[in-house]
């Protein structure tokens, strides 16, 4: 119908012509614009919701209460936990004498429920020398203790000064670090009559070749 109102506007002799035109479009009705608020957007796929960030510290390590922490175990040329060599006893520590004064007032031996068989000695105020005893299970950082052998001791302390013991025939003895009697904190072993190391000692001249406690 639309090339027939082409035909119609023009004289029979441009016809052919104006057929042709037609024929390639001329004549096809323009379109409007395309009305892209109809069109349809493409679909788009939510994004997946982030997977929330994890505290640092949502599953924190549990930590050893109080109850459960040990106490220093070595004993050192400085002292045994807070107990130090040259310091005076700690004011709210485990530490203090227990039943009768042992001393002369001016000496006197302190210990700890924490260190069963460990005593110190504390002259003018200050710790003068700690002892391990017979049943301690403290040791020194090389693992020697009460009941190593005399050669446990000189495997790790060659070149102490063996002096012959007070009360116990050899091969009971005194074995001193060389450096005892210089005002430093020093070691000393007793072996015993069974060639073990029946006490340890450490502290500073006089008081660490005290035989008796305070004397």
Same mark, same amino acid.
């Given at each position: 119908?639309?090339?027939?109102?082409?035909?119609?506007?023009?004289?029979?002799?441009?016809?052919?012509?104006?057929?042709?035109?037609?024929?390639?479009?001329?004549?096809?009705?323009?379109?409007?614009?395309?009305?892209?608020?109809?069109?349809?957007?493409?679909?788009?796929?939510?994004?997946?919701?982030?997977?929330?960030?994890?505290?640092?510290?949502?599953?924190?390590?549990?930590?050893?209460?109080?109850?459960?922490?040990?106490?220093?175990?070595?004993?050192?040329?400085?002292?045994?936990?807070?107990?130090?060599?040259?310091?005076?006893?700690?004011?709210?520590?485990?530490?203090?004498?227990?039943? *009768?004064?042992? @001393?002369?007032? %001016?000496? /006197?031996?302190?210990?700890?429920? &924490?260190?069963?068989?460990?005593?110190?000695? #504390?002259?003018?105020?200050?710790?003068?020398?700690?002892?391990?005893?017979?049943?301690?299970?403290?040791?020194?950082?090389?693992?020697?203790?009460?009941?190593?052998?005399?050669?446990?001791?000189?495997?790790?302390?060659?070149?102490?000064?063996?002096?012959?013991?007070?009360?116990?025939?050899?091969?009971?003895?005194?074995?001193?670090?060389?450096? *005892?009697?210089? @005002?430093?904190? %020093?070691? /000393?072993?007793?072996?015993?009559? &069974?060639?073990?190391?029946?006490?340890?000692? #450490?502290?500073?001249?006089?008081?660490?070749?005290?035989?008796?406690?305070?004397?």
């Amino acid at each position: 119908m639309q090339q027939r109102s082409c035909l119609m506007k023009f004289p029979l002799l441009y016809a052919p012509a104006f057929v042709l035109l037609c024929g390639l479009g001329a004549c096809t009705p323009e379109t409007g614009p395309t009305d892209r608020s109809t069109s349809v957007a493409p679909t788009e796929v939510p994004a997946s919701p982030a997977t929330p960030a994890i505290p640092a510290d949502a599953n924190p390590t549990p930590e050893a209460s109080d109850e459960t922490a040990t106490p220093a175990s070595v004993l050192g040329l400085e002292g045994l936990g807070d107990l130090r060599i040259g310091q005076a006893p700690p004011a709210h520590g485990s530490w203090g004498e227990r039943g *009768a004064p042992s @001393g002369n007032g %001016a000496c /006197r031996t302190i210990n700890s429920t &924490d260190y069963p068989d460990v005593y110190a000695i #504390v002259s003018d105020g200050v710790v003068q020398r700690i002892t391990l005893g017979q049943r301690a299970t403290v040791k020194l950082a090389e693992g020697v203790g009460v009941g190593s052998s005399e050669q446990d001791v000189m495997k790790w302390f060659a070149g102490f000064r063996e002096q012959p013991h007070k009360y116990e025939p050899a091969p009971a003895k005194y074995l001193t670090a060389p450096n *005892a009697g210089n @005002g430093s904190s %020093a070691l /000393r072993f007793e072996i015993g009559a &069974d060639g073990n190391v029946k006490l340890i000692h #450490v502290g500073v001249m006089p008081v660490l070749a005290y035989v008796e406690g305070c004397s």
